[in-house]
């Protein structure tokens, strides 16, 4: 399958780790960036190349591999982590750009 | 600081065209590599396509729902983006948004409907 699959939607604590993934057959061949996308505002990139933060992103943000799978952690949730994340990466015939299922992150 | 914006979205009836522009600044244009991705109400976001620079060979790759009905181009002279959506659907319906992946423009609303 070329599909990106992402769990619906996770609830963590305030202050608490919350981990998001993404499965693909894909995962194995091509990293994955993170995207936040908060309700009504554009996409913004939090992880990039499986595991490197773009500049001001928090370092509470971490990305992690393995086999075909790939997550993104969020150690120490806060308030204005609530939003939408969404995995991208190719798929496997490396032409085609795909983005995960979306997973909503609710911040209790 | 770069800017990304779109323009040219709005309400077209099924069968129809539209363009949209994107209009970039901050960044160095021509070396970059463009996309749009495009998020229908209340759904995730979705791939749409993506022209490299000119000096990686201007090649363009398309999403299979829309591949020979868009084409994507640009014009580096301008900073400028372009998605020349033809034979529009209701499926169409969407923001669509022009990004490097790096950065992201605020979206333009294009609806198809009868």
């Known amino acids: 399958s070329s599909d990106l699959t992402q769990d619906h939607a996770v609830s963590v604590a305030l202050g608490q780790t919350v981990r998001i993934t993404c499965h693909g057959d894909?995962?194995?061949?091509?990293?994955v960036s993170w995207y936040q996308q908060k309700s009504g505002q554009a996409p913004v990139l939090v992880i990039y190349?499986?595991?490197k933060r773009p500049s001001g992103i928090p370092d509470r943000f971490s990305g992690s591999y393995s086999g075909n799978t790939a997550s993104l952690t969020i150690t120490g949730a806060q308030a204005e982590d609530e939003a939408d994340y969404y995995c991208?990466?190719?798929?496997?015939?490396?032409?085609?750009?795909?983005f995960g299922t979306g997973t909503k992150v609710t911040v209790l | 600081e770069v800017q990304l914006v779109e323009s040219g979205g709005g309400l077209v009836k099924p069968g129809g065209s539209l363009r949209l522009s994107c209009t970039a600044s901050?960044?160095?244009?021509?070396?970059?590599?463009m996309s749009w991705v495009r998020q229908a109400p209340g759904k995730g976001l979705e791939w749409v396509g993506r022209?490299?620079?000119?000096?990686?060979?201007?090649?363009?790759d398309y999403a299979a729902p829309v591949k020979g009905r868009f084409t994507i181009s640009r014009d580096d002279s301008r900073n400028a983006l372009y998605l020349q959506m033809n034979s529009l659907k209701t499926d169409d319906t969407a923001v669509y948004y022009c990004?490097?992946?790096?950065?992201w423009g605020q979206g333009t609303l294009v609806t198809v409907s009868s």
């Open positions: 990004t490097t992946w790096w950065f």
């Open positions: 901050g960044v160095i244009f021509r070396n970059a590599w």
């Open positions: 022209l490299k620079s000119n000096s990686a060979g201007a090649t363009t």
């Open positions: 894909s995962l194995r061949s091509y990293y």
């Open positions: 190349d499986e595991n």
């Open positions: 991208h990466s190719r798929d496997s015939s490396g032409n085609n750009l795909l």
